[in-house]
């Protein structure tokens, strides 16, 4: 059976003919959904200008995303913007997915390197290429290859990655009826939207999400247990 995959992608260039590309070479194996946003689209641009609005765009990642289950997210480093590069994206992406993995491809190491430690990294001190190194695994950066391989390390992530956690597709189910309000086994999340509760699965960011599984799991094991009587 072939897995599903959903994969975020930014980039200021058009990405069509790559990614029609990977879903053909994959297609044994995967059904691939990519979301691409591309950063110097007309409609993300400022008004009477031919400059990106951030705003616009951290809009644009906040509607594409809702609802969908992300496996991993992509970026250039470099989007032809004075003021935003890939790893500003990164950070904005995880204003709304905490927890999200991150490729960076870039044809300029250097200017990755700068811009995370804030100069080159011959002139860097250890303090600094430490500091730099922790800077990209806080931000769930998990590779950083160069422009012309990243569909292949993609590949190679997809085939490695291929078996979904159960949360992974817990969450998945429950973005799909993201809309569906909890009322039942779990007193404290009665309220809460499915979608709230997988937001809080995939960024751990309250206990309560994993006495909610344990209590789901349980009524799951009850009603087994009743109809096999």
């Not at 031919?50 to 765009?57: M, R």
Request: proline content about 0%; glycine content about 4%; overall charge negative.
């Amino acid at each position: 059976m072939k897995k599903t995959k959903c994969i975020l992608l930014f980039d200021d260039k058009d990405q069509t003919k790559i990614i029609d590309s990977i879903k053909l070479s994959t297609r044994q194996e995967f059904d691939l959904d990519f979301i691409f946003i591309r950063t110097s689209s007309a409609e993300l641009k400022k008004e009477d200008s031919e400059d990106l609005d951030v705003a616009k765009l951290k809009d644009k990642i906040a509607s594409e995303i809702k609802d969908k289950q992300i496996d991993i997210a992509l970026t250039d480093f470099g989007l032809e913007c004075d003021y935003l590069n890939g790893l500003d994206v990164v950070h904005m992406v995880h204003e709304f997915r905490r927890n999200l993995n991150f490729f960076v491809y870039s044809g300029n190491w250097n200017k990755v390197i700068h811009s995370v430690i804030g100069e080159d990294y011959q002139h860097a001190s250890q303090e600094q290429l430490v500091e730099g190194i922790n800077a990209l695994i806080h931000a769930k950066i998990i590779n950083c290859v160069d422009r012309i391989d990243y569909q292949e390390d993609l590949l190679k992530y997809l085939r490695h990655d291929s078996e979904d956690s159960m949360e992974h597709r817990l969450c998945a189910l429950l973005r799909a009826n993201g809309d569906m309000v909890f009322n039942s086994c779990c007193p404290e999340l009665k309220g809460k939207t499915f979608i709230e509760i997988a937001e809080m699965i995939d960024d751990k960011s309250d206990a309560r999400s994993e006495d909610w599984i344990e209590a789901v799991l349980t009524q799951t094991i009850a009603y087994l247990t009743e109809v096999n009587r």
